[in-house]
């Protein structure tokens, strides 16, 4: 089953220094049928202006992923990490019992990035983070681990969670699967270009969720990049 979720479906929020489309229920926006899918809890396309960001604020007991698609974030928390993550990588937060950070763009364009909660298979722990670059290089050959918790991702960054994020870059014409196993679920964003996935036409930043399909199938129609997540 595939379910398509335009991006003008979306919950929208636009505070000046940040413009927020939410494919999940989040701050002001309710929707009593998009609460999650699966452990995926959030999933937020955030613009933010040249030289703003998120103030200090807590988190605790969920994984926080970024993937950056355009720009650059810049991380700092109270347990003294420091970090910037540029457009096709991604930074982890592991929120345990209590972290506090603020995310920054302290460049002089405007930031784009894909904001992702998943509940965490285990509470009470110690909060961490981290962040990698991923050699581009390594896009163009199917879909790419990028975090996640599961057995036998362990070169990609770790969550605590029964899930895994994994991205493509396919040129036009380009194609890709991915394979589930039973009783898992997905949920599909291109962050630019246009696919078919099984069959169902998917433009940059609508949401796709699955279920029930063992294999998924991407085409692009147009130069494309797509993020992934593989969760319970």
């Known amino acids: 089953m595939l379910q398509l979720r335009p991006f003008k479906s979306l919950g929208h929020a636009n505070h000046g220094w940040l413009d927020a489309h939410h494919h999940f229920s989040f701050a002001e926006y309710h929707d009593p049928a998009r609460m999650h899918w699966g452990t995926l809890r959030v999933w937020n396309d955030d613009l933010i202006a040249a030289g703003s960001g998120f103030p ?11 993937y950056v ?11 003294g990490n420091k970090g910037r993550t540029e457009a096709g990588d991604v930074q982890v937060m592991s929120a345990g019992t209590g972290i506090t950070h603020s995310e920054y763009n302290l460049e002089q ?9 998943i509940i965490p298979q285990r509470v009470g722990q110690a909060p961490s983070w981290g962040t990698r670059p ?7 050959e199917g879909f790419v681990t990028l975090a996640s918790g599961r057995e036998g991702d362990e070169q990609a960054l770790q969550i605590r969670a029964d899930a895994r994020l994994v991205a493509a870059t396919l040129r ?27 069959g169902v036409s998917v433009e ?9 399909e063992q294999v998924l199938r ?15």
């Open 56 to 66: 200090p604020h807590p988190h605790r007991d969920m994984e926080i992923i970024t």
């Open 69 to 79: 698609r355009e720009g650059a974030i810049s991380h700092q928390d109270n347990l």
């Open 109 to 117: 364009v405007d930031a784009r990035i894909f904001q992702i909660w």
């Open 134 to 140: 991923f050699p581009k290089g390594e896009r163009g």
């Open 172 to 198: 036009a014409g380009e194609s890709a699967e991915y394979r589930f196993e039973a009783g898992r679920r997905g949920y599909l964003v291109p962050a630019k270009g246009l696919v078919e996935v099984n």
């Open 204 to 212: 940059a930043r609508d949401g796709l969720a699955i279920e029930d």
């Open 218 to 232: 991407v085409m692009a129609v147009q130069d494309s990049e797509i993020v992934l997540v593989d969760v319970a």
